[in-house]
């Protein structure tokens, strides 16, 4: 196993794809740490924590979706999920580059 902080940010940052393209925040993260997890040291942890949050941000997407009808608060919740996508994958590359563990709050446990 090799250290590679580099292609750990970039797995952080392949996030942000979703901003160019309108899609893939899941799919290149996904496709990066399975093919890459028993290759790179620590791959594996920041891997489930990018896949777990992606999928966070998912469900929270969906349940944003009949709040629409209560009061807008849809809206807001799709404004404030989208600040959170932008900003914490940002975030946590930094913190991979530094070698620290990522943190994604509001982030469920779908893998461990």
Not at 2 to 18: E, F, G, K, P
Not at 38 to 45: P, S
Not at 63 to 88: A, T, Y
Request: proline content about 4%; some cysteine; glycine content about 8%.
């Amino acid at each position: 196993m090799r250290q590679d902080n580099q292609l750990i940010v970039i797995t952080h940052l392949s996030q942000l794809i979703t901003l160019v393209t309108g899609f893939g925040s899941l799919l290149l993260p996904l496709i990066l740490w399975l093919t890459q997890k028993e290759k790179v040291y620590q791959m594996d942890t920041h891997g489930k924590n990018i896949i777990n949050f992606q999928l966070s941000l998912i469900v929270y997407c969906l349940i944003c979706i009949p709040l629409i009808l209560l009061f807008g608060l849809g809206i807001l919740g799709f404004i404030v999920l989208g600040i959170i996508s932008i900003i914490f994958p940002i975030v946590n590359a930094i913190r991979a580059s530094r070698g620290e563990t990522p943190k994604y709050p509001l982030s469920l446990n779908f893998i461990s």
